[in-house]
């Protein structure tokens, strides 16, 4: 008789399997496996979460709950056409950072794994991290609002401290993690104009993962116009709450500050941020602005190869998520769905 942690984890294989057809079977031409796990209680960020992913916690490991039951369904159900970009992580900077060879391991051994199904040029392999706070609490950073401060105060705080780093992290094992990945992404979240984004706002997040990451010897830039790596933007939404996830925000200012903050209830008209017209208005600013700049190529000075919008609650635009939609309406906006299908018709190969 299975416990009732080997019948979680049955259950979590089925679901991935379900989605995973789901997906292929709508036609997807690119699908991102973005593997994560959040903390048990929920109150501590996956980002600042120290674990060996391939150490047993409990009787299991990352690798058996989360790693091996998405590359076993990946692999039952895609098609040779199709592109597969598999993130080892998503938002675990801390995990990388402290147990870097583990994560070198398990890219090569899942790399050849889901390369005995299709052919090895459509698998890439990779990590995505958050778009600040790359290697999650690995030193302690204030609260900033500024971009050119966050900056700033980052590399104060590193070096100040960087013989201690040095000491505390394997950074040339860090460096092979980003150099020996076929893929690398970011979840977007930044802070984007109040008066207006436009497509050069989206460069910014990229501009501070690529900042922090050089104070560790690893050029992002570098790595994603060479070599055949694609760089994706692998979460990116606009949430539209307060901080406390419970109501609209108060404000447009506070609104296009935070894009992270967003309603997780099933839809309901009072929480429902977009019913509010400049609100509605400016999620459309902010959409357009961002299929410009991903039908440009997310450059100069860098390239985006796909997009992945977060897709529950108020981030689901185009009504994804069962919660997304009720008998009140739904968060979805289907003008600009249509401007996501034109991008995807466009650039197929990013879809």
Known sequence: MRT?????????????LRCFKAAVSAGFT???????????????????????????????????????????????VIKPHQKVWFMMSG????????????????MNKYRGSLAQKKSA??????????????CGDCFAMPHVDSHQIYNTTYHQIFESQKDQI????????????????????????????????TPASFSMPIDTTAYELSHWGIDLKALIMTGGRDFLFSEVGLGGSDPADSRPATSLAELAANPLDGIWAVYNIAQDPWRIANYKLYRREWYKALTEFLYGG???PYKVDAAFIWSVGSFDVA??????????GTYADWEIVKWMRW???????RR
């Open 4 to 16: 009732p942690a080997q019948r979680s984890a049955r259950r979590l294989d089925k679901c991935a």
């Open 30 to 76: 690119g699908i991102q496996i973005l593997n994560h796990i959040d903390s048990q209680d929920g109150t501590q960020w996956r980002n600042f979460l120290s674990f060996d992913p391939m150490a047993r916690y409990g009787g299991w490991s990352y690798e058996d709950v989360v790693v091996r039951p998405s590359s076993e369904a990946l692999k039952a």
């Open 91 to 106: 938002e675990m900077g801390r995990s990388i950072f402290d147990f870097p060879l583990s994560y070198l391991k398990l």
């Open 121 to 134: 040029g459509s698998v890439k392999m990779g990590v995505a991290l958050h778009w600040n706070k790359v």
């Open 166 to 197: 040095a000491r505390k992290f394997d950074i040339p094992m860090i460096q092979r993690v980003f150099q020996s990945s076929d893929v690398l992404g970011i979840s977007h979240y930044a802070p984007a104009p109040t008066d207006g984004p």
């Open 298 to 300: 997310g450059g100069p």
């Open 319 to 328: 009504a994804i998520h069962p919660i997304s939609t009720s008998d009140e």
């Open 343 to 349: 991008l995807s018709s466009k650039v197929p190969s």
